[in-house]
Every structure is written in C-alpha cells, then in structure tokens.
C-alpha cells in the first residue's frame, strides 16, 4: 500500500501571464522549480487564492530568474495576471517510508524570487 503526500509547494506566488492559445500546462520560472524540486513534465496542483479554483497540469520549464509563472491552454480561464497561486506537488510511498519524508517547501517574495 502507498499513501499520497506533499512532495513540494510554491507557496503564493502572482501569475506573471496567462497563454489561452496554448498546449496547456504552467511554465515556472526554472529557479523556483530548482528550490521547489519540481521537475520538468511533473504533474502539480494549482490553487487560486484569489478565486478558489483548482487545477492539476504539468510543469514547462521557464526562463530562470523571470519570476515566471504562466498557466497555459485552458488553465488560463481560470486565474487571471495577479492572481496569487499556491503550486503542490505530490509523491506516493510506503507508510513506512512515509514516517521520515520531509517535503519541501518555498516562500517566494513579491516578485515571485526566491528570498534570500
């Protein structure tokens, strides 16, 4: 048996661009997804702390140090620039392996950087 827990979090970070006419996914600035340990084509979870809405996509990789955060295809329709978002992702393992997992966890500033 496996459990699902909190791999990762990007937690409040404001929606730099919205892309309707795209594949679909969200690009993430590539030094948010280095101290996230989110990774390229990783599914995540996006919450809207704006407007409640909640979407599972994957991850593209964005321009390091742009503060990139762009939803793209239909996600697009379900924040707008500015919206502040909380980005999860999760992992499954034993309960036993479970015990000793430490998720990680970032607190990006205002301008969607990590703080130093």
């Known amino acids: 048996m496996t459990i699902e ?3 990762s979090k990007i937690h409040r970070v404001k929606i ?7 594949v679909g996914s969200i690009t ?3 030094d948010l997804m280095e101290a996230s340990n989110i990774i390229e084509n990783e599914k995540v979870q996006i919450v809207n702390i704006n407007n409640g809405e ?5 991850v593209i990789k964005g321009e ?3 503060g990139e955060i762009c939803l793209n ?5 379900k924040a707008q620039v500015g919206d502040v978002v909380i980005i ?20 990006p ?7 130093a």
């Open 54 to 58: 909640r979407l599972e996509t994957y």
């Open 88 to 107: 999860i992702s999760y992992c499954s393992m034993t309960p036993e392996e479970a015990k000793d997992h430490k998720p990680v966890v970032i607190f």
């Open 64 to 66: 390091r140090g742009s």
């Open 73 to 77: 295809g239909p996600a697009a329709r």
């Open 5 to 7: 827990l909190l791999k």
């Open 28 to 30: 993430i600035d590539e």
């Open 16 to 22: 730099t661009q919205a892309e309707l006419h795209y």
């Open 109 to 115: 500033d205002g301008q969607n950087r990590i703080s």
